[in-house]
C-alpha cells in the first residue's frame, strides 16, 4: 500500500517564485492535512480539509492557499516563496470516526528551500 | 487548545522499559490523549491514544491518570529503532481532527 505520497521530495526555489506541493492518499479517507516543520521544532498545522471541495486554516496559514478538488488529493500552493517558508512539509490523512480518535497517517515529507 | 508539557530529552538502555511522561491538566472531558514518534528524517507515526482507560497494542501502553491530567506512554523493552521524538497530543472533538504538536520528547537509547 503507498498510503500518503508526497510530491516531489526536495525542491530548491528562488524567492518570488511559485509552486505547489502534492499529496495522495489512497486510503479513501476523508480528512487531509498540511503541516511544517522547522529544524529542532514540532509540526505546525497550515490547513485542513475534512471533505472533497472544503479547506480550513490551521495555526500558521498566512502565504500558503490550499484545494481539496478531488477526495485522494490535498494540494498546498506557494504564490511567491519567501525564505521564512524554507521548512519540511508533511501532508497526513486520516479517516473521521469520532473526528478526533482516528489516528493520521503521515507522508515522507518535501523538503523546500527557499533562496 | 488545550496544550501539553514534556521533558525535552530522556535517555533510557536498549531493553530496558522506557516511562515517557505527559502533563495536560488543562484537558476537558472529551478530550484524546494521543501519543506520536517521529524517527529522524522521517514523518511521524501514530503510537497508540486514549480517552480515560489504560491502552495497550503492540507498539506501547498508555498509562492515564484517573484525574486525566497527566499520561505515561510505557515502551516495555526499549530497542536502538524507539529512538526517536515523542509527541503528547490532545486530540479536541469537533475541530477537524487537527493535531496540535508541542515540542515533544527526544528518547535515546543506549545499547
Known amino acids: 500500500n503507498a498510503g500518503v505520497t508526497q510530491t516531489p521530495k526536495f525542491r530548491v526555489l528562488k524567492t518570488g517564485q511559485s509552486m505547489t506541493l502534492l499529496c495522495a492518499q489512497d486510503?479513501?479517507?476523508?480528512?487531509m492535512y498540511w503541516y511544517r516543520q522547522d529544524p529542532g521544532m514540532g509540526l505546525r498545522l497550515i490547513h485542513y480539509?475534512?471533505?472533497?471541495?472544503?479547506?480550513a486554516k490551521g495555526e500558521v496559514p498566512d502565504g500558503y492557499n490550499v484545494s481539496r478538488l478531488k477526495k485522494q488529493n490535498f494540494l498546498l500552493g506557494l504564490e511567491s516563496a519567501a525564505p521564512s517558508q524554507t521548512s519540511v512539509y508533511f501532508c497526513?490523512?486520516?479517516?473521521?470516526?469520532?473526528?478526533?480518535?482516528?489516528?493520521?497517517?503521515f507522508g515522507d515529507g518535501t523538503r523546500l528551500s527557499i533562496l | 487548545d488545550a496544550k501539553t508539557t514534556q521533558p525535552n530529552s530522556m535517555e533510557s538502555n536498549e531493553e530496558e522499559p522506557v516511562h515517557l511522561p505527559c502533563n495536560h491538566s488543562t484537558i476537558s472531558g472529551t478530550d484524546y490523549i494521543h501519543w506520536y514518534r517521529q524517527l529522524p528524517s522521517q514523518g511521524p507515526e501514530y503510537v497508540i491514544h486514549g480517552l480515560t482507560s489504560n491502552v495497550n497494542n503492540r507498539m506501547a501502553s498508555l498509562a492515564i491518570a484517573e484525574d486525566r491530567k497527566s499520561s505515561t506512554l510505557i515502551l516495555h523493552r526499549a530497542t536502538l529503532r524507539d529512538a526517536a521524538v515523542y509527541y503528547c497530543i490532545l486530540r479536541t472533538y469537533n475541530q477537524g481532527g487537527k493535531l496540535i504538536f508541542g515540542q515533544g520528547t527526544e528518547l535515546s537509547v543506549k545499547p
Open positions: 486510503m479513501n479517507h476523508e480528512y
Open positions: 497526513a490523512s486520516s479517516y473521521p470516526g469520532q473526528g478526533h480518535n482516528q489516528p493520521q497517517h
Open positions: 480539509s475534512v471533505g472533497e471541495g472544503t479547506t
